[in-house]
């Protein structure tokens, strides 16, 4: 069974603050997939970035970046200089790899408010 | 860009009544899924569809629930007798590939359905 924990329910921050988002996860596969998806007030999920479980380079894009840590099973998100678009419910998310199908498990999401 | 399509935004049903949510994805996608979010809760994967047949299903996709593509390019989803507790966001999904090869799920902007 796959699980995925975002312990943080919900974080305020003031704008230009950075944020870290963390992800842990629980999986009896070798090789997945990891996710991150933003869903704004507006109610779409976005897709932010895929990681596989056999490249464990961090990634950086633009005020975004990811952390992960095989040895510690996380996915961290960081939002650096953060706006207040950047206000919305992020997921963290887990499908294996192989076989068919996305089956995506997803974490139960972090509220991020950005305010002035 | 291209994205995938739902209709409609929202839906309000009584109990017990059919109802079809719609869902055009992204023309050169193969796989499709539903997944659904209760308010304030995570996405749950529901279904997965792959060359006309369901790849995989959840716990939660009983009999109530189908899944059809009746043509090229529309991606349905079907609650034949809807219960109080089918309130929820229902997300329509496509990706490319999957597995092995697996690229991101790109989600539509969500069917609100209400059962009154």
């Known amino acids: 069974a796959q699980k995925v924990t975002q312990a943080q329910t919900k974080i305020s921050v003031v704008e230009k603050e950075d944020v870290t988002l963390d992800c842990v996860y629980e999986t009896r596969d070798t090789t997945y997939y990891l996710f991150w998806y933003k869903q704004p007030p507006s109610g779409e999920l976005v897709f932010l970035i895929r990681?596989?479980?056999?490249d464990e380079q961090n990634e950086i894009s633009g005020r975004y970046s990811w952390n992960f840590q095989k040895s510690t099973s996380s996915f961290n998100f960081t939002i650096t200089a953060s706006q207040v678009v950047d206000s919305a419910v992020y997921f963290c998310?887990?499908?294996?790899w192989g076989g068919g199908g996305n089956k995506l498990t997803f974490g139960t999401g972090t509220q991020l408010k950005v305010e002035l | 860009e291209p994205e995938v399509t739902q209709t409609p935004s929202h839906q309000v049903t009584q109990m017990g009544q059919e109802v079809i949510l719609r869902c055009v994805p992204i023309?050169?996608?193969?796989?499709f899924y539903w997944y659904r979010q209760i308010l304030g809760q995570k996405v749950e994967f529901l279904v997965s569809f792959y060359n006309n047949e369901i790849s995989e299903k959840s716990e939660i996709f009983d009999d109530q629930f189908s899944v059809e593509r009746p043509d090229g390019s529309n991606f349905t989803l079907k609650i034949r007798s809807t219960k109080l507790e089918d309130s929820a966001m229902y997300f329509c999904?496509?990706?490319?590939?999957?597995?092995?090869?697996?690229?991101?799920?790109?989600f539509g902007q969500g069917t609100r359905l209400t059962v009154v």
């Open positions: 999904a496509s990706s490319v590939e999957a597995g092995m090869l697996g690229t991101e799920a790109f």
């Open positions: 023309s050169n996608h193969l796989y």
């Open positions: 998310a887990l499908t294996p």
């Open positions: 990681r596989n479980s056999f």
